[in-house]
Nanobody, 128 residues
């Protein structure tokens, strides 16, 4: 069973950068695909990015392309989200999620219901 703990959130000015980390416990990290989602106040949870088991395949929501980078280090059981050129509208609680489902084969990586495990979230606040 995979447990997820996010870190790295905080307050940053618009145009700045943050790197989120999601550390996992358990022995099966390399066998799960990972995703990042976010939820702003009063809004639904939104998919941000996803990465395959080995890290060779990544996908991003359109509004994050070119600004965010998802990566993983299977030796450290950690997935990262590098966020650059942050905007006020990026303010949200960011969650990492894990799934053993074949989300890349089924192209369902953007659906929150496809993920089995979730972290507690980390707050990112971008001031304008």
């Amino acid at each position: 069973q995979v447990q997820l703990i996010e870190s790295g959130g905080g307050l940053v000015q618009a145009g700045g950068s943050l790197r989120l980390s999601c550390a996992t416990s358990g022995r099966t990290f390399s066998s799960v695909a990972m995703g990042w989602f976010r939820q702003a106040p009063g809004k639904e949870r939104e998919w941000v990015a996803a990465i395959s088991l080995g890290g060779g395949i990544t996908h991003y929501a359109d509004s994050m392309k070119g600004r965010f980078t998802i990566s993983r280090d299977n030796a450290k059981n950690t997935v990262y989200l590098q966020m650059n050129s942050l905007k006020a509208e990026d303010t949200a609680v960011y969650y990492c999620a894990a799934t053993s489902r074949p989300i890349f084969y089924s192209t369902s990586y953007y659906l929150s219901g496809q993920y089995d495990r979730w972290g507690q979230g980390t707050q990112v606040t971008v001031s304008s």
